[in-house]
């Protein structure tokens, strides 16, 4: 599973767990005594950080948590019954140690049981609909590529378990020589060491893989070629995982063991962070948008037909599609055009870029100059398509286009700014130089690192500096 959406929804039960339990005890006491502070006033604080406490330390120790969207409902009863049985045990017992178990009553403990267990059962039931329902849209699943070999091929698919997380986008068969099968419904064939374009060009995110009658030298052989691309690859270790035992190893949500190999390991807490800088980052850029559209629509306008926004589909972390919003600088016929001025073409590569570009509008000159035409991507950033830090992202044309190296800049999320933005990107007329500077980005990436590039953009801003 996803490390970063196993953080988010851990704290989301863990904060619902606590609001039920607090409302519990509070209806409890309101029914005891026609109030909560009937209890004398200096032990409602104590009670209070007992319950939170307790409730953490419990979820924790028992691992309450684990497995929470595959445990039936029968069993989710059984892990809530024991949260909350210890839950007021604790509470008991901390008043016995201090020699005073009738400040809290028998029966204010028995209604506590009762709201409880009841509300945080209806409670979890609810999120694990919620999660259930949130992850049947495809953006919110992670897309996976299974390879076997033709000896387990159907174990495989009879024991592979169909999780909520993630869907199936390929099935590979390997031997020493070729892997043969199907991706994104295309039929793919290639030898051992070579990863075609159907496979480089397809949107997934993680490999799975179990071959063990493959030699040690040609998984590894895999593996490499995968990582390499940025793609996590979890590797079955071949040992069926047995009910009632703990998988230490992974809990992915495959019915095997397995090794995790990626080229590049990002700790969920900072990815985390990284996210709620770009939605706080977002917002106030998108406010700056609605200020700057006032002004800038009706200059766009009047300086040529067509819509104030541009729309483009781009690529983005892991191959995914999205389409890009700019305030529109060039002439609506920009993209017939282009095929006319290949030949000017300046970037040496998959990029397109010359000087005093013939489509684009006076208003666009200004725009791009001063790079306002970027400010509706913070509307791709709210949306998670992008970042405010990251890579750039190519256009469909240019994907198609991509090796296995190249394929390796989709490992985070494209970036409203980059490291190439802000090293002079006008002066850069090697495509292989751009995708240099992403890796190195991509290889080091770390929050300060962000946080530089961020105050360099706001730098090269105010001077005009490689601005396109």
Known sequence: MNNHNRIVRKLVLWIADLFVTLVAYSTSAILRYGQVYRVPHEFQPLIILILILMSTVISLVFNLNKNFMGRGYLSELGAVILHDTLLAVSLIAVFFILHNPTAISRLVIGYFLIFSITGTYIERILIKKAVANIYKKD????????ITDKDHS?????????GYSYVIVGFLEADAESMTGEVDEKPVSTKAGFVPSEIVTAEFDDIFLFAPSLKRERQRQIIDEFAGMGIEVHVAVGLPIQVGQNATLSDFGFNYYCVNYSANVFEPSKMAVKRLVDIIGSIVGLILTGIIWLFLAPAIKIDSPGPVFFSQTRV???GKRFKIYKFR?????AEARKAELMAKNQMKGLMFKMDDDPRVTKVGKFIRKTSLDEF???WNVLKGDMSLVGTRPPTEKEFLQYNAYYRARLTLRPGLTGLWQVSGRSDITDFDEVVRLDMQYINNWSLSGDFKILFKTIGVLFNHKGAE
């Open 376 to 378: 509706p991507q913070f």
């Open 139 to 146: 953006r919110f699943r992670k897309k996976l590529i299974i």
């Open 154 to 162: 159907e174990q495989v698919k009879e024991n592979f378990l169909t």
């Open 329 to 333: 600088s060039m002439y609506q016929d």
């Open 316 to 318: 983005g972390k892991n």
